[in-house]
């Protein structure tokens, strides 16, 4: 009976929070394909260590940070399979194209333009309105880290984006 009430616990956890850590996954990589992956590739590995996930003061936080964990290997992965990528099928320089305006004003591309801890704290504390507190914990680092990569991160989203479309990220307002 312990396995069934177990089983059901996770059961409701997951059905809870998957849509969210995918949506975590999502803004992290910029790869909409990839996020429900590493949201079930994140919860399979909470369900192998459920008895310690469940027992620890902020479950979802714990899963937040396996699922940022995971989006910055397959990041690391990504950019070495482009490095060697490059290297074999190097074409010699070619002409450089100026940044598509368009482009540049899509808050994901802008996000993807971010170094990952200033990616995941400012996803953290704008997208899905977590304190530092929280944010400090899912990511495994201190409060006072999450305050300054937060600040300069939207700081770098504001010199991308402009302050305007900053400001209305946050406010959650949309100019037409």
Known sequence: MLLDDTSAEFHEFFERHYAD???????????????DDL?????????QRWDRVRGADHPLAYARGVVANMARERIRSAVRERRRIALFWSRGPGPVESPDTAA?????????????RKRACVVLRHAFDLSEKETAAALGISVGTVKSQTSKGMAELEGILGARAVENLVTGRRDR
């Open 21 to 35: 850590l995918a949506r975590f996954a999502n803004l992290l990589t910029g790869e909409a394909d990839a996020a």
């Open 39 to 47: 949201a079930a590739d994140a919860l399979v590995a909470l369900w």
């Open 104 to 116: 540049v004003l899509d808050v994901r591309s802008a996000l993807a333009r971010l170094p990952f």
